[in-house]
């Protein structure tokens, strides 16, 4: 084998492998998969933040209507869990119109997987904090409307309690 044939065998070699790397660049770089994880955060804080409301009312609710057999007179001071468990819902929504603006405000070709993945972690980072958040009102609103039937006094630690579960 002649010096000339080594040559172009490791020429060709040579180029076999910048087009390996330039196919795998491509790959990486492609503007779907960095759109896939921006939406996909919208999409998390949209349906858990809705989860946590979802169960924080449900859980709340039954807690009220075993309350209002006893003490129908406090049903109307008992929603306040219910409307503390609604407002995680709207946490999501706000979190997903704004990513949905930042996705939307950026040109086509600059939205890199940096954007994408801080759009996912944030979406996460809203929905299931807000998904706990859903968890513990229910839990709280429930014995506490119903602890608020049987002592009054109870109302404003229930409430304290309820704050705090919401600044989860």
């Known amino acids: ?14 180029h076999q492998q910048r087009t390996m ?23 998390c804080a949209v349906v858990f933040a809705n989860l946590g409301s979802a169960y924080g009312s449900a859980k709340s609710g039954v807690g009220i209507t075993s309350m209002g057999v006893l003490r129908p007179d406090l049903i109307i001071k008992s929603v306040v869990p ?3 468990a609604g407002i995680l819902g709207i946490y999501g929504l706000i979190i997903g ?11 086509a070709g600059y939205y890199y997987p940096k954007n994408g993945f ?5 979406g996460l980072c809203c929905g299931l904090s807000s998904l706990a958040a859903g968890l513990a009102i229910g839990v709280v609103g429930d014995a506490g409307v119903r602890a608020n ?5 109870v109302f404003v630690g229930m409430l304290l309690t309820l704050i705090f579960a919401e600044a989860l």
């Open 118 to 122: 801080s759009h996912l972690s944030s």
């Open 21 to 43: 790397m330039f196919e795998i660049a491509t790959i990486e770089e492609d503007v779907n998969t960095n759109y896939f994880f921006g939406f996909l955060g919208i999409a």
């Open 82 to 84: 219910v409307v503390m």
């Open 97 to 107: 119109v704004i990513l949905n603006q930042k996705i939307g405000g950026t040109a």
């Open 1 to 14: 084998m002649c010096i000339r044939d080594r040559y172009q065998r490791r020429v060709h070699g040579i």
């Open 149 to 153: 039937a049987q002592q009054e006094q």
